[in-house]
Nanobody, 126 residues
Framework: QLQLVESGGGLVQPGGSLRLSCAAS????????IGWFRQAPGKEREGVSC????????NYADSVKGRFTISRDNSKNTVYLQMNSLQPEDTAVYYC???????????????????WGQGTLVTVSS
C-alpha cells in the first residue's frame, strides 16, 4: 500500500520555525515529484511548493518564497519543508502529495497526483 505520512506540525509563535517531514512507505520516492499543499480553516487547499524527483528543481508559491525551503533525502525516502519566519496566515493543515512518475512539477504544484498524506496541523499564534 502506498502511503505518505506527514509529521512535524505543531504550535509555534510568529517568527518561529518548523520543519515538516513527509515519509513514504510502500514505495520509493526516487521517481516522484513531491508537493506540499496547505488548507487553512474555511479556505480551499492551495499549493505551497514542489520538488522534482531528482531534487534539482524546486518551486514556491509567492506567499512562502524566501521563507520556506523544500528538500528531499531519497536515501531516507523523505521530503522536508523547512518553514521559517512563520506568520499567523501560515496556520493550516499541511499535506504532502506525490505526482505520477510520468508527470512532475508544474510550477509549485505537482501534476497527476497519485498519493496524499493525511496532513499535519501547523498553528502560528502567540
Amino acid at each position: 500500500q502506498l502511503q505518505l505520512v506527514e509529521s512535524g506540525g505543531g504550535l509555534v509563535q510568529p517568527g518561529g520555525s518548523l520543519r515538516l517531514s513527509c515519509a513514504a512507505s510502500g514505495f520509493t520516492l526516487d521517481y516522484y515529484a513531491i508537493g506540499w499543499f496547505r488548507q487553512a480553516p474555511g479556505k480551499e487547499r492551495e499549493g505551497v511548493s514542489c520538488i522534482s524527483a531528482s531534487g534539482s528543481g524546486t518551486n514556491y508559491a509567492d506567499s512562502v518564497k524566501g521563507r520556506f525551503t523544500i528538500s528531499r533525502d531519497n536515501s531516507k525516502n523523505t521530503v522536508y519543508l523547512q518553514m521559517n519566519s512563520l506568520q499567523p496566515e501560515d496556520t493550516a493543515v499541511y499535506y504532502c502529495a506525490a505526482a505520477d512518475p510520468s508527470a512532475g512539477c508544474s510550477g509549485y504544484v505537482p501534476n497527476g497526483l497519485v498519493v496524499w498524506g493525511q496532513g499535519t496541523l501547523v498553528t502560528v499564534s502567540s
